[in-house]
């Protein structure tokens, strides 16, 4: 059956969550009424729901109502903005991507184990939210605003794995994720906006205020299982990355670069650029093989100029200086 997702009032509840703003204050929002196929579907006998839009195959099995109303036009919204960011055009045609949000966290460890193998622990670890594996997207819903930000995150690192032939370096795919983590809602519209992410910008101010600062090259070359368990430095390694790709972004020169570094990522010219032996995969050890390397090919050549100019723009967009 398809139908018409027409938005109610009822989401400026979640917009009060996400942002103190004014829904006045949100111009441009993308509309969230999209043209929505729903069919039943089921896993491990639980029974649950398929929904088809444009760019997005949402399988679930949460009773929420409202979820399985909003999550399709946010997630038509949130690839627009996936665009916006990264300067990727639009294919002309695309296969739709799968989303599996599960109503609870069992349901979410047993389809984990399915769509990552049994014997996988590292994604079992997660004790809050998510992960994109091989272009496939799984969490749970822990309410509007909690898996909302989620799946904004998430879902750019799908958008990336089918967009991208090579992989770009962890600090720009993790930094534009928490980029695509902002964003405010009401009436019948989402707004995806980078700034509006009060969680990242908790983040970078703890971390400044706390003098946690990690410096530039040591930020490029970890990734976040570097991070993950460790309290407050996992947060902190995100907003930082935060202001890094919103310094990058500010600036015409860098922002140019980061859209040549996704460009031949998309062209699987990226490798090549930097000589990249074909032999060497993808994982941890090719990206602190080019974390920097990449970062003064695409961005920078001056890390430690790039890094005074980075430190005074994070404290400004902390407030703290």
């Not at 990264?86 to 609870?104: F, N, S, V």
């Amino acid at each position: 059956m398809t139908s018409k997702r027409k938005i109610a009032a009822a989401l400026v509840l979640l917009a009060l969550s996400a942002c103190a703003c004014n829904a006045t204050d949100r111009p441009g929002g993308a509309s969230m009424e999209v043209s929505v196929q729903e069919a039943a579907w089921s896993f491990s006998g639980i029974p649950g729901t398929a929904l088809t839009s444009d760019h997005y195959y949402i399988y679930t099995t949460t009773a929420n109502r409202s979820m399985l109303t909003y999550l399709p036009g946010f997630m038509e919204g949130a690839y627009r903005h996936y665009s916006a960011l990264t300067g990727l055009p639009r294919p002309g045609e695309q296969k739709r991507m799968p989303i599996y949000l599960l109503a609870d966290r069992q349901q979410w460890a047993a389809m984990t184990q399915q769509v990552t193998g049994p014997g996988n622990r590292t994604y079992l670890a997660i004790e809050n939210g998510g992960y994109c594996y091989r272009g496939v997207c799984v969490f749970w819903d822990m309410g509007h605003f909690a898996t909302f930000a989620i799946a904004a995150h998430e879902g750019l690192h799908q958008f990336l794995h089918h967009r991208l032939r090579d992989r770009i370096p962890a600090w720009a795919e993790e930094g534009l994720a928490v980029m695509a983590e902002g964003f405010q809602m009401a009436a019948a519209s989402v707004r995806f906006s980078p700034q509006a992410n009060t969680l990242r910008l908790t983040n970078l101010r703890n971390m400044i205020s706390g003098d946690r600062w990690l410096p530039l090259e040591k930020l490029l070359s970890t990734d976040a299982a570097d991070h993950v368990g460790a309290t407050p430095a996992a947060p902190e390694y995100y907003g930082q990355l935060w202001a890094l790709l919103m310094y990058i972004r500010s600036q015409p020169g860098y922002r140019q670069g980061l859209e040549r570094m996704l460009a031949d990522a998309a062209a699987g010219k990226l490798r090549a650029a930097l000589n990249v032996p074909p032999a060497m995969g993808a994982g941890r050890a090719y990206n602190r093989a080019v974390s920097v390397p990449m970062f003064k090919h695409y961005i920078d050549a001056d890390p430690a100029g790039f890094e005074r100019g980075l430190r005074a723009y994070a404290q400004k967009l902390a407030k703290l200086g």
